[in-house]
């Protein structure tokens, strides 16, 4: 089963609240990734998590934060976004990461879209 | 300088045809790693087929090959007998062994199967 769910579907937002989105997979993979989307563009790399630690974060402003509670779960929690923040957010889980293997696919979920109003 | 390039923003086919879909890379590293995703207007990245930089063979799945090339560094996607569910972004990308973690994505081709 190749599967990653993610909720909510949709999301609408004001800047001031503060939402979380969820994503879980279930296949035992060890690496976890959230990607951000905006119309008609390639999937731009946010996070990363290698065995529930945060191995690499993009540069990402600090009003996006990821959390890892368990190896199955990807939370990314949002707080003060902004309507530039509005797109896909993609998660996708892989078997691991590794720096000497390069055949590592990449699982999406069907992502959450969020606007920010 | 683009790592992944996909010449054709865009695509018209008539249903039951063969599609190409063109992908170029550029890589020093000799290990890396190709793949293509469709993204389907749902939005979700279905992944489709990989090939590997030390692979002899073309990859196949079922209706997907890749044609690759490594002297020109093209990767292009073949579709046998397109199909109106084929409509869909189709992204090239590209993992380099000593790149981390990170997939590259092209910019994608927006794919259009015609009945």
């Known amino acids: 089963d190749t599967e990653v769910t993610q909720t909510p579907k949709h999301l609408v937002m004001g800047m001031t609240n503060k939402k979380s989105l969820k994503c879980e997979q279930h296949m035992g993979h060890r690496a976890m990734y959230w990607y951000k989307q905006k119309a008609k563009k390639p999937p731009e790399l946010m996070f990363v998590y290698s065995y529930e630690k945060l191995s690499i974060n993009e540069s990402v402003p600090s009003r996006f934060s990821p959390e890892c509670p368990n190896s199955s779960l990807l939370n990314l929690h949002l707080h003060a976004l902004q309507p530039e923040d509005s797109a896909l957010y993609l998660c996708?889980?892989?078997?691991?990461?590794?720096?000497?293997?390069?055949?590592?696919?990449?699982?999406f979920g069907p992502g959450t879209r969020l606007t920010v109003t | 300088a683009q790592k992944i390039t996909q010449t054709q923003p865009g695509m018209f086919v008539q249903e039951k045809e063969a599609v190409t879909l063109d992908c170029t890379y550029d890589t020093s590293d000799p290990s890396y790693g190709l793949f293509w995703y469709k993204q389907p207007s749902s939005g979700e990245m279905i992944f489709l087929i990989y090939?590997?930089?030390?692979?002899?063979q073309n990859a196949t799945e079922g209706r997907y090959s890749l044609n690759f090339q490594k002297a020109r560094k093209s990767a292009n996607l073949v579709i046998s007998a397109s199909q109106l569910g084929d409509s869909a972004m189709y992204f090239c990308a590209m993992r380099e062994v000593n790149r981390d973690d990170k997939i590259i994505f092209g910019k994608g081709t927006r794919l259009h199967i015609l009945p």
């Open positions: 090939q590997g930089s030390y692979d002899q």
């Open positions: 996708a889980s892989s078997q691991e990461t590794s720096g000497s293997s390069v055949r590592i696919e990449q699982y």
